[in-house]
């Protein structure tokens, strides 16, 4: 039992550093988390299922994103952010619009975006980044963005606001997140 307050301690002062470098407020409330998995005393929730409106299985903490491994959503992957080699949204001609998640030597995991695909791309890529920049915090430096420039992001939001994948509101809100960067 003394190992409890001791963990306490450990998982509160933790949760005061990823309040400080996480890109998406982390919470301390404990979420359970699909197919039995724990989340370690340094890791905590920033996402879930509920908070982007979606009905899937879908987790994003500090560490890892915890989705299904393809479209059938019958089986779950846990990916660790600094695996994740980019986050994909492709919206198809017919049918729904589907996020794809690129990982470093392993095949890419799939899961339907029904709504707000564009937030939960940009969401998981912020994390990404961040769990890139403090794997490899020198090569964040020199190393150019994955991510397509600025103006090549707004136009691609502006395309996916014309074909109906994004309403006016998220059209904005992405809008405003990409002006504020850096």
């Given at each position: 039992?003394?190992?409890?307050?001791?963990?306490?301690?450990?998982?509160?002062?933790?949760?005061?550093?990823?309040?400080?470098?996480?890109?998406?407020?982390?919470?301390?409330?404990?979420?359970?988390?699909?197919?039995?998995?724990?989340?370690?005393?340094?890791?905590?929730?920033?996402?879930?299922?509920?908070?982007?409106?979606?009905?899937?299985?879908?987790?994003?903490?500090?560490?890892?994103?915890?989705?299904?491994?393809?479209?059938?959503?019958?089986?779950?992957?846990?990916?660790p952010l600094s695996d994740v080699r980019d986050v994909q949204l492709r919206k198809h001609w017919v049918g729904f619009a589907t996020i794809v998640v690129?990982?470093?030597?392993?095949?890419?995991?799939?899961?339907?975006?029904?709504?707000?695909?564009?937030?939960?791309?940009?969401?998981?890529?912020?994390?990404?980044?961040?769990?890139?920049?403090?794997?490899?915090?020198?090569?964040?430096?020199?190393?150019?963005?994955?991510?397509?420039?600025?103006?090549?992001?707004?136009?691609?939001?502006?395309?996916?606001?014309?074909?109906?994948?994004?309403?006016?509101?998220?059209?904005?809100?992405?809008?405003?997140?990409?002006?504020?960067?850096?």
């Amino acid at each position: 039992m003394a190992d409890r307050p001791d963990r306490e301690a450990r998982r509160q002062a933790n949760f005061a550093q990823a309040q400080k470098t996480s890109p998406l407020p982390p919470s301390l409330a404990d979420v359970p988390l699909p197919g039995g998995l724990q989340l370690g005393e340094d890791e905590f929730v920033v996402r879930t299922a509920k908070d982007w409106g979606v009905s899937i299985s879908l987790v994003l903490t500090t560490q890892r994103l915890i989705c299904p491994s393809d479209l059938t959503g019958r089986t779950q992957v846990s990916i660790p952010l600094s695996d994740v080699r980019d986050v994909q949204l492709r919206k198809h001609w017919v049918g729904f619009a589907t996020i794809v998640v690129n990982r470093i030597d392993e095949p890419p995991a799939s899961f339907p975006a029904h709504i707000n695909g564009a937030r939960i791309r940009a969401d998981i890529s912020a994390m990404t980044d961040a769990a890139k920049r403090a794997t490899f915090p020198k090569l964040s430096v020199v190393t150019p963005p994955s991510t397509p420039d600025r103006y090549e992001r707004l136009r691609q939001i502006g395309e996916l606001r014309s074909s109906g994948v994004l309403s006016e509101a998220e059209f904005e809100e992405e809008k405003a997140r990409i002006l504020r960067e850096p």
